[in-house]
């Protein structure tokens, strides 16, 4: 006999309740019951004040599945077969029930969605064991799983680990999403759908806090997966060599846009520069490329830098070092806790003394006018970067950031 549509929701939401319960993987026959309480928050049309027609045809329906067998009723203290007070699992009878409703038990899904898992991990990346590991013995123990898995959508959850492969890809210059998507999926917009849901498995499981903490679109450009491709926009004076010939930067104003791809295979001729500046925002590169000093070799970092920048920072350094030219290297950016990250992680990450410029305690204070408020929590996290003595050189700003509990953007700066 098929279900009514009643009937069908009750038999699920027992289920539900059963397969949820925590002694459920336990193999001991355990004394609870599994039961629905009908009241009013559940059920107001069972207990309407002028029409009793849901709360008859409610009864009628759960009388017939007990006469099935599947559950057993009872009825509130002297109102027997007019209101009911609970309806109780029979689960003896769980077979029976999975078989009508048309629908495979947890046990059952975990063991598929094991079996999936078992075979993707043999062949992940070593950054993602930390989330196989958890992801199996949760699977084992029949417990709740990252809200991104749900077993019994195995093809989904196929694709999401797909992604997180990926993700770990090694890569000799960027793709576009699109691109990826259409590889992995044979759909250009399937990464689109599953991007954040990717993330948020890649920031609980295998990314480190550091990179985590990132913006999306920062942690998937430090793997080379971008929008589109972005020109690395940069100017001053630099002579640089392509298999194709020579260039000039000097011919080229205000800047000119390097691809990826000959970023990372261009060798530096010359360059008479006084400084190299990277710049963090595109607003206040060039306001700094017609107000800055003259004689700087000056690169935009589009936000957080990514590998192509790195390559093409690090030649340009090589350069200098193997002239035995000392010249200084800046980094300008936003004076907040993005800012000073960015400044860290571009100086660790290319091994080259960036100093700070225009992120200072003076241009702090004289731009207090243009500061933005951050809140408790903020302050909180800026606090303590005073625990890491490789940003000591920031100390003396953030302290005087949580003194007046300030940020500045760098396009709220002059240069001066």
């Known amino acids: 006999m098929k279900p009514g549509r009643l009937q069908e929701e009750v038999l699920h939401s027992l289920v539900d309740k059963y397969e949820n319960r925590k002694d459920y993987a336990s193999d001991k026959k355990s004394p609870r019951r599994t039961f629905l309480k009908i009241d009013r928050k559940y059920y107001p049309d069972y207990y309407h004040v002028s029409d009793s027609s849901f709360r008859l045809m409610f009864n009628q329906e759960m009388q017939q599945l007990q006469q099935q067998g ?193 970023a990372n295979e261009l060798e530096v001729v010359e360059s008479r520069a006084e400084a190299v500046v990277t710049v963090e925002n595109k607003a206040s590169f060039y306001q700094y490329l017609r107000e800055g000093p003259a004689g700087r070799l000056v690169l935009y970092l589009g936000g957080y830098h990514n590998p192509p920048r790195r390559v093409l920072l690090q030649k340009i350094y090589r350069y200098f070092e193997d002239k035995n030219i000392n010249i200084p290297f800046y980094h300008w950016g936003d004076m907040d806790l993005g800012g000073i990250n960015i400044w860290y992680t571009l100086k660790t990450r290319t091994n080259i003394p960036f100093q700070p410029v225009y992120m200072d305690v003076d241009t702090f204070r004289g731009h207090l006018d243009l500061a933005q408020d951050i809140d408790e929590d903020y302050c909180r996290r800026i606090k303590s970067l005073l625990q890491n003595p490789e940003l000591e050189i920031f100390h003396p700003l953030i302290r005087e950031m949580l003194h007046f509990r300030k940020r500045v953007e760098q396009e709220a700066v002059e240069i001066t």
């Open 70 to 262: 599947y559950v057993e009723l009872e009825w509130e203290r002297f109102n027997e077969g007019e209101y009911l007070n609970k309806i109780v699992l029979n689960s003896e009878f769980l077979p029976e029930i999975y078989a009508l409703l048309n629908r495979a038990s947890r046990k059952e899904l975990y063991r598929s969605a094991a079996h999936l898992v078992e075979k993707w991990s043999r062949q992940s990346h070593v950054e993602m064991q930390p989330f196989y590991r958890y992801l199996l013995d949760r699977l084992e123990r029949l417990q709740p799983l990252p809200s991104p898995i749900k077993p019994g959508r195995e093809a989904e959850m196929k694709q999401l680990l797909q992604g997180m492969h990926a993700f770990f890809e090694s890569r000799e210059s960027e793709i576009s999403k699109r691109i990826l998507s259409v590889r992995l999926y044979r759909d250009s917009k399937r990464w689109e759908s599953l991007e954040k849901s990717i993330l948020h498995l890649l920031r609980k499981f295998c990314l480190n806090q550091e990179e985590a903490s990132r913006e999306d679109r920062d942690i998937l450009a430090e793997r080379g997966i971008v929008d589109n491709p972005v020109h690395i926009n940069i100017s001053g004076p630099l002579v640089f060599s392509t298999c194709r010939g020579q260039v000039n930067l000097a011919s080229f104003y205000p800047d000119l846009g390097l691809s990826p791809e000959m």
